[in-house]
């Protein structure tokens, strides 16, 4: 029966969570290749940023959560070890130079989310984080899927150029299995604070919107 509820928890968590479309103005702009290239620059550029902060907050919830919440968490930091591999030929296709990505000061737009992914490794229940990085990853892969999409067909870019996007658009169900068991574990053990999951997975919503708002200003 658990089994049931947790899934039902992360699929209404994902559906409760979602962004308004509306409130991103740049994925639809590169999905129809209306978006300046120097901002595709600056998204590379603000990731190389943003994925070293994610790893190191994931492996710190691994190593506060209890075993099924930590293979989650541990699951997310090896995915960024792998989504760093293919940012750095999206950041080449850009036409970022080491010396720019160097130099490059990031927007504290776009670094509010990681940010906030830091402050729940320190303060969140490692369950209730599950949730709200869960319903966040959902949204998350839909832009990336359109992202893809928008550089293959109006930019001229690559499979080795579009990898980045193409690996969180994916679906996982390796991942998917792991957060369902780690908040069915919370459920056998009364861990799971539903309301402050949704607290979170509505601020980290906010704070990806941000981040999008951001990269749109570059100029």
């Known amino acids: 029966m658990n089994a ?17 479309p509306a409130d991103n103005a740049l994925v639809p702009l590169i999905e129809r290749g209306e978006a300046p290239r120097e901002t595709l620059a600056v998204l ?18 691994a190593d506060r959560a209890d075993p099924a919440s930590a293979a989650f968490f541990a699951a997310l930091a090896a995915g960024e070890d792998l989504a760093e591999h293919r ?19 990031p927007r504290p737009g776009c670094q509010a989310y990681p940010a906030y992914v830091a402050w729940l490794s320190l303060n969140a229940s490692p369950p209730d984080a599950v949730v709200a990085l869960t319903a966040d990853f959902s949204a998350w892969g839909g832009c990336c ?9 109006h930019y001229g870019f690559g499979d080795e150029a579009c990898a980045f996007f193409d690996l969180f658009a994916e679906p996982s169900p390796e991942l998917d299995a792991r957060a369902t068991a780690a908040v069915r574990a919370a459920l056998d053990t009364g861990a799971l604070d539903l309301d402050l999951a949704r607290t979170h997975g509505r601020l980290l919503q ?8 951001s990269l749109r200003a570059a100029p």
Do not use: K, M
């Open 87 to 105: 940012l750095s030929a999206f950041a080449r296709a850009c036409g970022v130079s080491p010396e720019r990505s160097r130099t490059y000061v």
């Open 4 to 20: 049931v509820t947790a899934e039902d928890l992360l699929d209404n968590a994902a559906r409760t969570l979602a962004p308004d």
């Open 206 to 213: 906010a704070y990806e919107a941000l981040f999008w708002d």
């Open 145 to 153: 899927a359109r992202i893809a999409d928008g550089l293959r067909t």
């Open 44 to 61: 590379a550029l603000e990731q190389q940023w943003v994925i070293p902060a994610d790893r190191t907050a994931f492996r710190h919830l």
